[in-house]
């Protein structure tokens, strides 16, 4: 029962997100909008910002626990594109309405999950140390992340699509070719 509420207030909040700022919507429009009280809300949230955190947490773990399902990598990376762009106005809205570390944090998670998988896939045959395939998914992480930040910055013009094919193009090869280096380099580290 307790998380059919909590989806009842999401459903609430991103009803009114599509009509309002965020910096406009109280505790009381959505718990109106929703038809219950407000210690209903504060039982399940501490305040509208714990809700966004939520809201996002539960949009990552639907692509984190499809990413078996996709045939690859970039399969994953046009999902989350299209999750965003599905979302357009509420990721713009909280985007514009709170700091941007919110979007950002919900992206870095979303992005780094799918991309250690691809590093680990890719290092199945080849012996190289558990961080160095954290370093690799973090620097690609964060470049994602800043893409994806400026897409959303200018409005989400460029189809999810096209979006996908340029950061393709730019790492086509770049994972492995890094595992091989780590390798390499800790080849050598270890025969000195």
Sequence with gaps: MSNITKKALETSFRNLLMSKPLHK?????ITDNCGVNRMTFYYHFKDIYDL???MFTEDAEK??????KFDTWQDALVEIFNIVLKNKIIILNVYHSMSHEKVEN???GLIYNILKDVVDQ???NLEVM?????FIANFYK????GVILNWIKTDMKLTPQIMAEKLMTLIEGNIVGD???FKESNLSKQHK
Excluded at 63 to 68: A, E, H, I, P, S
Excluded at 130 to 134: A, L, Q, V, Y
Excluded at 142 to 145: H, I, L, S, V
């Design 63 to 68: 692509v984190l626990n499809n990413k078996g």
């Design 130 to 134: 558990e961080e160095d395939k954290e």
């Design 179 to 181: 595992l091989i280096s």
């Design 25 to 29: 919507i109280t505790i009381n429009d």
């Design 142 to 145: 964060y470049a994602f992340t």
């Design 106 to 108: 919900y992206l870095n």
């Design 122 to 124: 890719n290092a199945k």
């Design 52 to 54: 966004v955190d939520w």
